[in-house]
């Protein structure tokens, strides 16, 4: 028979190691990050995200130091009545994402849209920038 150690924080380390990422953001809200792609499309980044039920005065798109922010504010209000009760239920929320893009940008030329609550946003990339080659002169010694 073998003995196993005994290690009283094993589980603790395990956690914090494989699985504390998904135990948190499986408790978050839904409304609390909305889902989003971000892809490449004819020399533009192209992000969309669902925000469902939210008036289009209620939504803010920044791009700054090629961080596309995005926050949004949701509120909806509904009312019932039947059978002698009333019932009144109220859902809001506060979106909020930031997300790093890929490439150089320019943020001040982007444009978005918004339709049947899906965001999108068309944010031109950046051309690159060419280098300058600087010879360096060698000088022979001897």
């Given at each position: 028979m073998s003995l196993i150690p005994y290690k009283p924080f094993w589980d603790l380390d395990k956690w914090f190691e494989e699985e504390w990422p998904e135990r948190l953001?499986?408790?978050?809200?839904?409304?609390?990050?909305?889902?989003?792609?971000?892809?490449?499309d004819n020399g533009n980044v192209v992000?969309?995200?669902?925000?469902?039920g939210v008036d289009l005065k209620d939504i803010s798109v920044e791009v700054k130091d090629n961080i596309l922010i995005?926050?949004?504010?949701?509120?909806?209000?509904?009312?019932?009545?039947?059978?002698?009760?009333?019932?009144?239920?109220?859902?809001?929320?506060?979106?909020?994402?930031?997300?790093?893009?890929?490439?150089?940008?320019?943020?001040?030329k982007s444009q978005a849209d918004y339709k049947e609550g899906i965001l999108k946003v068309v944010i031109?990339?950046?051309?690159?920038?060419?280098?300058?080659?600087?010879?360096?002169?060698?000088?022979?010694k001897g």
């Open positions: 953001f499986s408790r978050l809200p839904a409304a609390s990050t909305p889902k989003m792609d971000v892809y490449e992000a969309e995200a669902e925000l469902p995005l926050e949004a504010k949701k509120e909806e209000k509904k009312e019932e009545k039947k059978k002698g009760y009333y019932r009144k239920e109220m859902s809001r929320g506060f979106y909020r994402r930031a997300v790093p893009l890929p490439v150089e940008v320019v943020g001040e031109p990339k950046a051309k690159p920038k060419k280098e300058k080659k600087k010879g360096v002169k060698v000088k022979i």
